[in-house]
T-cell receptor
Framework: DAGITQSPRHKVTETGTPVTLRCHQT?????MYWYRQDPGHGLRLIHY???????DKGEVSDGYSVSRSKTEDFLLTLESATSSQTSVYFC???????????FGPGTRLTVL | GESVGLHLPTLSVQEGDNSIINCAYS??????FIWYKQESGKGPQFIID?????DKRQGQRVTVLLNKTVKHLSLQIAATQPGDSAVYFC??????????????FGKGTKLSVIP
C-alpha cells in the first residue's frame, strides 16, 4: 500500500461520540486525501491536504474535520458521529503523478 | 465537480475473452481520465490514465479509449483472467483551484470472470 497505514482498521462507536481516524505515510508526499466509500456512491472526497496545516473541503465535508500538523500524518475527525457516517474510509496520497493516488487499506467504521 | 458515471453496474465475462467497461463523464474541462481497480477488501489501485488531448492509450493488456465528442471513456481488458475480477472505477482529474487537483470517481462496475 505504498507506505500508507490507517488506524484503526475497524471501529464500532455510538451516535454522538467523537471519532478520530489516522492516516500515516512514509513517502513524504505533499498531497493527502480522505474518502468515504458507500454502496451506490463509489468514492467521495471528504477533505484533502496540500501541505502541513493546508487543508480544504471535498464533496462531502459536513460533519468532518481534518488536521495535518506533520507531513506524514493526516487525521480525520467526526465531531459527533451519526449513523449516516457508517462507511469505509480510505486515505490516499498522490504519487509522482496527480492522477495516480495510492490508497491505504481502509477503516471500516460502524456508528450504532 | 461534475459527475462521472457508468453505463453498466455489473459485467460477467468468460475467462480468456476481452472485457469492455464503459463510463460517461460530464466535465469536459477535466485534464485527465483515469481507471482504478479495486479488489475485495482493498483500496483502489491505479491502472491507467489518458490525457484529454488523446483518444487512445495502451498498457499491459489494457487499453483506454476516450471519445470527447460523446464524453465517453472505456477500458478494454484483453484475455480476461480470474485475477481481473474486481470493481473498476473511472475517475476524472480536475483542477480545483490554486494548483490543487481532485479526482472525482464514478460509482464503479463489478467485473466477474467466469472460469
Amino acid at each position: 500500500d505504498a507506505g500508507i497505514t490507517q488506524s484503526p482498521r475497524h471501529k464500532v462507536t455510538e451516535t454522538g461520540t467523537p471519532v478520530t481516524l489516522r492516516c500515516h505515510q512514509t513517502e513524504n508526499h505533499r498531497y493527502m486525501y480522505w474518502y468515504r466509500q458507500d454502496p451506490g456512491h463509489g468514492l467521495r472526497l471528504i477533505h484533502y491536504s496540500y501541505g502541513v496545516k493546508d487543508t480544504d473541503k471535498g464533496e462531502v465535508s459536513d460533519g468532518y474535520s481534518v488536521s495535518r500538523s506533520k507531513t506524514e500524518d493526516f487525521l480525520l475527525t467526526l465531531e459527533s458521529a451519526t449513523s449516516s457516517q457508517t462507511s469505509v474510509y480510505f486515505c490516499a496520497i498522490t504519487g509522482n503523478s496527480y492522477n495516480e493516488q495510492f490508497f491505504g487499506p481502509g477503516t471500516r467504521l460502524t456508528v450504532l | 465537480g461534475e459527475s462521472v458515471g457508468l453505463h453498466l453496474p455489473t459485467l460477467s465475462v468468460q475467462e480468456g475473452d476481452n472485457s469492455i467497461i464503459n463510463c460517461a463523464y460530464s466535465n469536459s474541462a477535466s485534464d485527465y481520465f483515469i481507471w482504478y481497480k479495486q479488489e475485495s477488501g482493498k483500496g483502489p489501485q491505479f491502472i491507467i490514465d489518458i490525457r484529454s488531448n488523446m483518444d487512445k492509450r495502451q498498457g499491459q493488456r489494457v487499453t483506454v479509449l476516450l471519445n470527447k465528442t460523446v464524453k465517453h471513456l472505456s477500458l478494454q481488458i484483453a484475455a480476461t483472467q480470474p485475477g481481473d475480477s474486481a470493481v473498476y472505477f473511472c475517475a476524472e482529474n480536475w483542477d480545483s483551484g490554486a494548483g490543487s487537483y481532485q479526482l472525482t470517481f464514478g460509482k464503479g462496475t463489478k467485473l466477474s470472470v467466469i472460469p
